[in-house]
């Protein structure tokens, strides 16, 4: 076999060996980086979360107590302090590591914990067999929370801000279900 067609044979054999290798590497590569599919894994627990009065608006959840801030000093002129007189004190809310409020277990045997996303906020709620209990309502920045159980298979959760409404409506009659309803103000 002549010098020259020995050259290219091996230039030939070495460049397809190379490129061959490449090409498994890359393909490789992008296999490996290839996005999954997300998957859904269902809750066994339910975790506590902040609570929220049901049936009341969010206006009538108590604010938590405030320090009271210093002032700039006034001169003033007292000559002697007033007796006191006992007032009543306004009753205190409960501490902070209380734990939110447990779903009903008449609330067991349904489909489980649902997170209904809108745009005014997120809703979790615990479907049951014949019922709909209220877990948590957390809402988006400028959105206020009001929630309304108008029986036991029905819960109304509404977020309002100036310009918009969000209503979700969370049901077992027929089947459970939750809907949406978003409407400018």
Known sequence: MPRLTRYLLIWLSCTTASVTAV???????IGLTRPTPPSARSVQA????????VGAPA?????????PTASPARPSVQASPAP?????????LPAA??????????????????????????????YGRTRVCFVSAVPAPGFR???????????????????????????????????VRETRV
């Open 145 to 179: 929370t009001g929630t309304q159980q108008t029986g036991p298979d029905t819960l109304v959760v509404v977020f309002t801000s100036d310009d918009h409404r969000s209503q979700i409506t969370a049901t077992v009659v027929p089947t459970a279900r939750a809907s």
């Open 46 to 53: 339910v975790y506590p979360s902040p609570s929220v009065l």
């Open 59 to 67: 206006s009538a959840v108590a604010d938590p107590p405030r320090t």
């Open 23 to 29: 090409m498994l590497t890359v393909y490789f590569v």
């Open 97 to 126: 590591t209380t734990p939110a409020p447990r779903p009903s277990p008449q609330c067991s045997g349904g489909p489980g914990l649902h997170t209904v996303p809108s745009q005014g906020g997120k809703v979790t709620v615990q």
């Open 84 to 92: 006191r007189t006992p007032s009543p004190t306004p009753s205190r």
